[in-house]
């Protein structure tokens, strides 16, 4: 797909809106457009969208934890501090999800969805807070 095929000006403000039930479904708290956490005792899960450089049309869809010094953290800490442990959610295998148009945006949020309830639900569910503290920051 040509850069100027695509419907839409902004991933972030269409993934905002494509990714919103897949968020409200999880319990995640929608942060930025492309920035989610849920907490958890003592820490955070999260995932985030990261849209290829150079206007590709594809984006990835990372998932970890954050530990803040303080916990429950502000918005504004949870933006400034970063994602640890980083997984990457692969679309259909290939990795990178399509992102060319906003119909393929909303494909990939619904492909996003069932595959972060296979994979990284069941990751997140098995870790602890003394867990999340010893993996490798």
């Known amino acids: 797909m040509k850069k100027d095929e695509r419907d839409y000006k902004s991933f972030s403000s269409v993934a905002k809106s494509r990714f919103r039930p897949m968020a409200s479904e999880l319990g995640y708290e929608q942060i930025t457009g492309i920035f989610y956490v849920k907490p958890r005792s003592g820490w955070y899960e999260t995932f985030s969208l990261q849209h290829s450089s150079y206007g590709n049309p594809f984006f990835y869809l990372n998932y970890g934890v954050i530990l803040p010094d303080d916990f429950p953290a502000t918005r504004d800490a949870l933006m400034a501090a970063g994602m640890h442990v980083l997984r990457r959610l692969k ?47």
Do not use: H, M, N
Request: hydrophobic content about 40%; some cysteine.
């Open 91 to 137: 679309f259909e295998e290939r990795g990178a999800f399509p992102c060319g148009t906003k119909a393929e945006i909303e494909r990939s949020a619904e492909y996003a969805l069932r595959a972060y309830k296979d994979l990284a639900c069941p990751w997140f569910d098995k870790l602890t807070l003394e867990e999340v503290r010893e993996l490798e920051w």
